[in-house]
């Protein structure tokens, strides 16, 4: 069985933008011996155009037709977000922090604005064209209209609804019982750091002095953490 030449891609960068299908015929070999390939665009002259090889290269084939769609669908999940594990418990409170940093920024525009924003401003601006043409001739479009009415702001508006979400994301949690698996999840992680540090000041020889001022030491820093000393 003859082995399959190694390929060249003679300089070329273009990477899956290109169909670099295998060539055939009597030029499809380099001078050393390796395989040449197509540098048409991915997908040039098929129904899927950028994805694949070209239509000289097999990409007209079913087969092919049915790898470009899979190729689309990833390339969606990556844009939208894939799916990944998730506690739902965490699910709800990282969603209750990203609104709640939401509503404070919303609530820090809203106060930067002129106090008569809030109610009253522009809603429509209508583009006329200019009675006098462009340099070029083109037709320019000036604002000729600029409509203003009374209603809420559109900050306002997400203001009020991001404020709504977060009281509902946060009940949510809280019926979920996600606050109690933050104490169960803190609680894991603090015995864990305790058995650490047993382990590690067993390997210390410490006298019984010393090994008898650990807990009380232990205990002082935990209430400096937990009031916000550090």
């Known amino acids: 069985m003859a082995e399959t030449p190694l390929i060249d891609l003679e300089g070329c960068e273009m990477g899956d933008r290109h169909c670099h299908g295998r060539r055939r015929g009597p030029d499809r070999l380099t001078d050393e011996g ?19 090889h070209c239509k000289r290269h097999g990409g007209g084939t079913k087969e092919a037709q049915i790898n470009a769609d899979r190729i689309k669908v990833a ?15 965490q699910a709800l409170l990282t969603e209750v922090r990203r609104t709640a940093g939401h509503v404070e920024w919303l ?26 043409p462009a340099p070029d001739g083109s037709v320019a479009m000036v604002a000729e209209e600029i ?3 009374a209603g809420a702001n559109m900050v306002l508006r997400l203001y009020q609804d991001e ?50 001022r650990v807990p009380t030491l232990i205990t002082g820093e935990l209430e400096q953490i937990t009031r916000g000393d550090h």
């Open 107 to 132: 609530g820090k525009v809203l106060a930067a604005l002129p106090a008569e924003d809030l109610t009253w401003g522009v809603y429509e601006t209508v583009d006329k064209p200019s009675a006098t």
């Open 75 to 89: 390339a969606v999940l990556v844009t939208y977000g894939g799916p990944i594990d998730v506690d739902p418990a």
């Open 34 to 52: 390796k395989q040449k390939v197509c540098h048409n665009w991915a997908g040039a002259g098929t129904t899927h155009k950028r994805i694949g």
């Open 163 to 212: 404020r709504k979400h977060l009281v509902m994301v946060a009940k949510a949690a809280i019926d979920a019982g996600a606050s109690q698996r933050m104490v169960d999840m803190f609680t894991e992680v603090g015995t864990a750091y305790v058995n650490m540090i047993e382990r590690v000041l067993d390997g210390l020889d410490l006298t019984e002095a010393q090994a008898a």
């Open 147 to 149: 409509k203003s009415r």
